[in-house]
């Protein structure tokens, strides 16, 4: 079986900033990801919860896998993001046996 390299970026986000993680990934053609509800966890400023607060503080997990050429100019376009506002991306790579889907 044949495999072809991607990368996958997990992008930890607060929940306002999620319309422009996806403008940022569609500018980017990356065309597979999906957004799962952050409960709760514990960071730098320590632990943190839902707690019933709504959108605010609420944290969102992105996961998208990309081209290896796209994740350079969305780490740049991403790590100007974060330097207003909270958020972090970890990088790994991935093979995939459909390549024409990413």
Same mark, same amino acid.
């Given at each position: ?16 900033? @999620?319309?422009? /993680?996806?403008?940022?990934? !569609? +500018? ?5 990801? *999906?957004?799962? #509800? ?22 969102? @997990?992105?996961? /998208?896998?990309?081209?290896? !050429? +796209? ?5 740049? *376009?991403?790590? #100007? ?22």
């Amino acid at each position: 079986m044949q495999t072809h390299p991607r990368t996958r970026m997990e992008i930890w986000l607060e929940a306002p900033l @999620l319309k422009r /993680a996806e403008e940022l990934l !569609d +500018k980017a053609s990356v065309s597979v990801y *999906a957004v799962f #509800d952050g409960r709760e966890g514990k960071g730098l400023s320590g632990a943190w919860s839902d707690a019933g607060l709504k959108d605010v503080h609420d944290m969102r @997990l992105v996961v /998208a896998i990309a081209p290896p !050429d +796209k994740v350079d100019g969305l780490c740049r *376009a991403f790590t #100007d993001l974060f330097k207003r506002y909270p958020g972090v991306i970890v990088l790994s790579e991935v093979q995939v046996i459909r390549p024409e889907r990413f």
